[in-house]
C-alpha cells in the first residue's frame, strides 16, 4: 500500500551538524536520481540527476571551474543555514547524454519546516524543508509541510539545456522503499560517513510543458573521509522492487589524475567492503548481502558490469551495460604544491541479464515489464 507521506526518521534530512567539520574532506550533498518513462517506449527511459553540494575546502576545482567555498554554514537559533555551494544537474534523453547541463555556483539557504521563516503550517515530524539557492532562476528542492511529497524544480534552464523548466513533485512508493533509513560509519581521528536514503518514490510532472512519471531515488550524504574508489548501482523493477550493490575498493587506479573513460590500470580491485540490498515487492521480504562481486569490462568507452551477491538465501546475478557516461571531475590542492582528484561517472543502464533465485524458483529480466537502473564508478583519491 501507497504510504500517505515519506516514513522513517527525517530529524537530520536538512541538518549538517552531525560531525564536527575536518577542513579538505567534509563535504554535505543531497542528490536526486529520477528515472522517467520514454514516450517512445524505450524500457531504460531518460534520468536526470540534481544535486546540491557544500564543501569545506579553500579550493576546488569542479570539471575545470573554481570553486572557492566560503566559510562554513552559518546556523542561525532556529536551525535555517546559509552556505555557499554549487547545484548541478545532467540530463539523458534515452539516447544522448547531456553532460552538465547545469553547474552552477551560488549561496543557498536551507531551511527546516520548523524555522519561523517557513511559509506554511508543518505536521510536526513529517520532515518538511528545503534547499533554496539564492538565484534568479528556481532551482529549489524540498519536501512539502505534511511530508507527502518533495518538490524539485529547475526552471529556467541555462539557454544550451535540452529543456528549458522541469517541474517534479516525488512522493511514497511503498512503505518499503519509501521509509528513509540511514547508513554511518565513523574511523579514526573523526572520518567517517553517513548517509540518508529513500530507495525509491514515484516521480509526476513536466519538462517543457509535457506530463512525464516514472521512479526516483534520494540520497543526502556527508562524506568527511578520502574518496577511494568504488562501484555502486541501483536498479528500480516494474513489480516495485528495488536491488542496489556497493563496492569501495583499492585499485590502481587510486592514482588517476585523469577522466579519461578507460585506462590499462583499470583491470582490477580489492574490495574493501561488500554491501548489496534486495527489496522484493513480489514476495514482501527485503534482503542483504554480504557477499558482492562486480566484474567489469568495456565495449568502447562504455563498461558493461557483472554484479553477484547472494546470502545463503537469495542470489542475484546480473549484467548491466551503460548507455551513456556523465562524469564530474574533482581536484583538489593538497600538501606541497600536489593535487588530489577524483572523476566521478554516472552511467544509465540497460538490463541484460537478471537471474533472481530464492526458495519459489527463479525469475529473470523477461518476467519484469522495464527495469531502470544507474551504476557509479569512481577513481582516484580526493584528500
Known amino acids: 500500500m501507497q504510504p500517505s507521506h515519506f516514513l522513517g526518521d527525517l530529524s537530520g534530512l536538512w541538518r549538517l551538524d552531525q560531525r564536527p567539520p575536518i577542513r579538505g574532506l567534509t563535504w554535505d550533498w543531497w542528490w536526486w536520481l529520477v528515472m522517467l518513462e520514454d514516450e517512445e517506449g524505450r524500457p531504460t527511459g531518460k534520468q536526470l540527476m540534481t544535486l546540491w553540494s557544500t564543501k569545506d575546502a ?24 546559509s552556505l555557499d555551494g554549487m547545484v548541478c544537474a545532467w540530463w539523458f534523453d534515452g539516447q544522448v547524454m547531456h553532460d552538465a547541463v547545469l553547474a552552477k555556483r551560488c549561496s543557498m539557504v536551507v531551511l527546516p519546516g520548523g524555522h519561523p521563516s517557513w511559509p506554511g503550517k508543518v505536521t510536526p515530524g513529517r520532515g518538511a524543508g528545503a534547499v533554496v539557492p539564492l538565484l534568479d532562476e528556481d532551482y529549489s528542492m524540498g519536501l512539502e ?33 519509501s521509509t528513509a533509513r540511514e547508513a554511518t560509519a565513523t574511523y579514526a581521528a573523526g572520518l567517517g560517513y553517513d548517509i540518508l536514503r529513500l530507495h525509491g518514490t514515484t516521480a509526476k510532472g513536466h519538462i517543457d510543458g509535457t506530463e512525464v512519471r516514472g521512479t526516483a531515488y534520494f540520497q543526502k550524504v556527508k562524506v568527511q573521509a578520502p574518496s577511494v574508489p568504488w562501484y555502486w548501482g541501483v536498479l528500480h523493477l516494474s513489480d516495485g522492487s ?43 521480504h527485503t534482503e542483504r548481502f554480504g557477499r558482492v562481486v562486480v566484474g567489469k569490462e568495456n565495449e568502447g568507452d562504455l563498461p558493461v558490469f557483472s554484479i553477484r551477491m547472494w546470502n545463503g538465501r537469495v542470489s542475484v546475478d546480473l549484467e548491466v551495460a551503460a548507455l551513456a557516461r556523465a562524469h564530474w571531475t574533482f581536484d583538489q590542492p593538497t600538501r606541497a604544491g600536489l593535487r588530489s582528484h577524483l572523476t566521478y561517472n554516472e552511467y544509465p543502464l540497460e538490463v541484460r541479464r537478471l537471474r533472481l533465485e530464492d526458495e519459489q524458483g527463479v525469475r529473470t529480466e523477461a518476467d519484469f515489464e522495464w527495469i531502470r537502473g544507474n551504476a557509479e564508478h569512481a577513481w582516484g583519491l580526493l584528500h
Open 242 to 284: 528495488y536491488i542496489d550493490w556497493f563496492l569501495p575498493h583499492a585499485s590502481p587506479t587510486l592514482t588517476s589524475l585523469d577522466d579519461r573513460a578507460w585506462t590499462s590500470r583499470d583491470v582490477g580491485h580489492v574490495a574493501l567492503s561488500e554491501g548489496g540490498l534486495l527489496h522484493d515487492e513480489t514476495r514482501g
Open 145 to 177: 509541510d505534511d511530508g507527502s511529497g518533495f518538490w524539485l524544480t529547475l526552471n529556467p534552464m541555462p539557454e544550451d539545456a535540452p529543456f528549458s523548466a522541469l517541474d517534479l513533485r516525488l512522493e511514497p512508493i511503498s512503505e518499503r522503499l
Open 58 to 81: 579553500p579550493r576546488v576545482e569542479v570539471n575545470g571551474q573554481t570553486w572557492r567555498p566560503e566559510g562554513r554554514p552559518g546556523v542561525d537559533a532556529h536551525g535555517g543555514m
